[in-house]
């Protein structure tokens, strides 16, 4: 394997398994054997061949073309055996559920999972409490303790522990939640965000007021006007970066199985909605693998082909492709990866059985992408440019299409998913499928260190920057830079050490204007830009993206304001804002590995 300096150091720390003095005694590629095998042995469960498909599974992962979230390289073949990144757990208003919820929250921190709850149902504070004739604490509070518990929960030292809060934005208690972090110290280990809905919005956009419910009694108690509410919430993810927002109507106006319930939350990282004890298992598909004759060796990218007609890439039928895109590859990796993801549920270990009945039940699955960055300067191709934008959502509608319709196969020699009747399915005119969700978008934090590309679908963070994961610092230098500098003959060792210090090409005359264009780094893209490229993604994706709209140093209140309603105009599912230099100390980064 070609593996880089960085990706041996976090296989080592994080990933192989080690012997009882914490020495790896697995290589790389026995780890990926591990993993292999294990997934493949569900197809004894189907009729299908383990040998054959644990050499593909092998082989793709491998190739660094697609790549499991954490808990599954990590826990594969060991006695936990979880394999799933992604828990919503239920917190009911009692006692009771308040701590068997953390309990169960606890075995999945442990499991390396990532926990999402939505405080929504718990009484407000000063509320009547009958059974002991005290008052409530309010959801807060018992945030705050489920905050402790992971902080003490240590992951096996593998990962760090990661929860998302949510709370609706009519809940009595919403300012008291959305002022939290402006604390320092508080909540270090959540990620919050504020349930958004559609009547809140409607009610901004006229300044008008809406109305604050009890959840214990459903009774309205008060009414407040919205743009008060909504100057709070930008101030705090201004000034913290925290709360972002999550549409949750939005939200579930797509939830495929409106049957079983309405959605609540969403993982720590908001790519992934779920229903109360449902899980996901997310692998990723690294673009940079797929281009032909790329930009840095000399070749010119010509345009793009116009937008797919109406009807799109019918089942998974190739469009019209940019030659320099391998679209049989890419086609037939899809399908491979589907296949490893949903028989992922079948051999995974649950750590409660409602989970498992849950996700066996929905069989959700969600394959993303990672290296979009790379791929884009491959093709010489401007991150904010609209031809970006343009090839965007060519290149998630024909993997939405082609998962979807890897999905319909699966079905067809194993069955639809047990809670299809009742779904958004089960109707004539659409497939039968054998998962509820085939594609999400995840930060994919530590896999693009082991497969050398860029994470997710955000831009560079900088041309040349340090990263700690956990106790290591890893030193990043954008290789694709220095390759183009060295063939165009720009590059000279002055060169190399002003942009190893600076991080970014701004302002460096020496290096042509197009390439400075090209390598443009994540604060230097309006945040517009930011949202329309995760609103292209979001139009062909089942679940959710995670997309960090970063802001300079300098940004405005006003900025925030604008980028909050126009995530939610362009049809985004939520959006996480964070404006660089803002003081974040000890609270937990949104594009972190909780991938």
């Not at 720590?268 to 692998?283: D, F, K, R, S």
Request: hydrophobic share 35%; aromatic share 8%.
């Amino acid at each position: 394997m070609n593996l880089t300096k960085n990706a041996l150091k976090v296989l080592n720390q994080r990933y192989l398994l080690k012997d009882e003095d914490g020495i790896a005694r697995e290589t790389p590629e026995g780890m990926f054997k591990r993993v292999a095998k294990t997934i493949a042995s569900a197809e004894d469960l189907h009729g299908g061949n383990p040998e054959e498909w644990e050499e593909k599974f092998y082989s793709l992962m491998t190739d660094l073309k697609f790549l499991p979230n954490s808990p599954t390289l990590m826990n594969a073949g060991k006695d936990m055996g979880q394999l799933a990144a992604c828990f919503v757990l239920p917190v009911d208003d009692s006692m009771n559920s308040i701590f068997d919820t953390l309990k169960n929250a606890a075995l999945i921190l442990q499991s390396g999972g990532g926990t999402g709850f939505s405080f929504s149902r718990l009484r407000p504070k000063a509320d009547i409490v009958r059974s002991t004739g005290g008052v409530a604490s309010g959801p807060v509070s018992f945030m705050k303790i489920y905050n402790t518990a992971t902080e003490v929960i240590k992951q096996g030292g593998a990962r760090r522990g990661a929860n998302m809060g949510i709370l609706r934005i009519d809940h009595p208690d919403i300012l008291e939640f959305i002022n939290i972090k402006r604390s320092e110290g508080e909540l270090t280990n959540f990620n919050i965000s504020v349930a958004v809905t559609d009547v809140f919005i409607d009610a901004l956009r006229n300044d008008g007021e809406y109305e604050l419910i009890n959840p214990r009694s459903r009774s309205v108690v008060s009414r407040l006007k919205a743009k008060v509410i909504f100057d709070a919430l930008v101030k705090s993810a201004w000034e913290t970066g925290d709360p972002g927002i999550v549409f949750i109507d939005r939200i579930n106006r797509t939830n495929p199985t409106p049957q079983i319930g309405n959605i609540e939350s969403t993982n720590p990282c908001g790519e992934q909605p779920l229903l109360p004890y449902e899980a996901c298992v997310l692998g990723s598909i690294n673009l940079s693998k797929y281009v032909k004759r790329p930009f840095i060796a000399g070749h010119l990218s010509p345009p793009l082909n116009p937008p797919l007609t109406k009807g799109g890439s019918r089942g998974g039928e190739r469009p019209k492709p940019n030659d320099q895109i391998d679209w049989d590859s890419l086609s037939s990796d899809i399908k491979i990866a589907v296949r490893f993801l949903d028989n992922s549920i079948d051999v995974n270990k649950y750590p409660i059985p409602a989970i498992e009945e849950m996700h066996k039940g929905n069989r959700k699955i969600g394959l993303g992408i990672m290296g979009w960055a790379d791929m884009l300067i491959l093709l010489g191709i401007p991150y904010n440019h609209k031809r970006a934008f343009r090839l965007a959502k060519e290149l998630m509608r024909f993997i939405r299409d082609t998962a979807r319709m890897a999905s319909v196969g699966l079905s067809e020699a194993r069955g639809v998913f047990p809670n299809f009747k009742g779904s958004i399915y089960d109707t004539p005119d659409m497939p039968r499928v054998r998962n509820a969700t085939t594609t999400t978008i995840a930060p994919t934090g530590t896999l693009s260190i082991i497969a050398d590309c860029s994470s997710g679908i955000e831009p560079f963070f900088a041309i040349a920057y340090k990263r700690l994961i956990l106790d290591t610092e890893l030193n990043e230098i954008n290789k694709y830079f220095f390759e183009i500098a060295k063939n165009k003959g720009f590059l000279s060792e002055e060169l190399r050490e002003k942009v190893i210090a600076k991080g970014y090409l701004r302002g460096m005359k020496e290096i042509p204007a197009r390439i400075r264009g090209l390598f443009k780094t994540a604060h230097e893209i309006p945040p517009e830009d930011h949202i329309e490229m995760q609103s292209c993604f979001q139009e062909y994706t089942d679940n959710a993206v995670s997309k960090t709209i970063n802001m300079p140093y300098r940004s405005t209140k006003e900025d925030v304001t604008k980028a909050f309603l126009l995530a939610y105009e362009k049809g985004c599912k939520g959006i996480t804002i964070f404006r660089y230099g803002t003081n974040r100390k000890g609270t937990l980064v949104r594009f972190t590995d909780t991938d």
